[in-house]
């Protein structure tokens, strides 16, 4: 009887011996903000709450479909010249622009500013800035200023 009482307490004992010779387990630091300590010592990071597409709170029904806003679209999406044999920026997708020039290849643009008064352009292989006005396409000069180029309008 002894001995199966000894044999348990000797496998309870060497059970808790590896258990306690283990490190404690910290979640990896991706769990914390930048700056925090990490557990035990800083607080536990809680992500941003989620985006709430609804007016009145998650649960709520959206509003019906003619009460719900309707956002105006930029009809800027197309400028066109002719200087140079002529050609257009045209508006591809997201922030990216072609401009298409008469007889030859198009050349890629990322949408890096949009005004009332114009729509700024950056042709990033060549560190090429560009503003369409309503009447007037003007460019960036070497030394960073931005000097007019040549007429056009949107189209």
Do not use: C
């Not at 010592?41 to 719900?68: E, K």
């Not at 298409?100 to 890629?108: A, D, F, H, T, V």
Request: a positive charge.
């Amino acid at each position: 009887m002894f001995y199966r009482y000894g044999l348990v307490a000797l496998l309870a004992l060497g059970m808790t011996s590896v258990a306690s010779a283990q490190q404690p387990y910290y979640p990896p630091a991706r769990y914390y903000p930048p700056g925090a300590r990490g557990y035990p010592y800083g607080r536990p990071y809680a992500p941003p709450p989620a985006y709430n597409p609804y007016p009145g709170g998650y649960g709520q029904q959206p509003a019906p479909y003619g009460q719900q806003p309707t956002q105006q679209q930029d009809p800027r999406q197309a400028w066109s010249y002719s200087a140079d044999t002529g050609g257009t920026f045209q508006h591809a997708y997201g922030n990216q622009w072609l401009q298409y020039r008469n007889g030859q290849s198009p050349i890629n643009f990322v949408e890096v500013g949009r005004t009332p008064d114009y729509v700024e352009l950056l042709d990033q292989a060549r560190n090429l800035g560009v503003r369409l006005y309503p009447t007037q396409l003007w460019q960036t000069t070497p030394q960073g200023t931005w000097q007019p180029m040549f007429a056009g309008q949107w189209s």
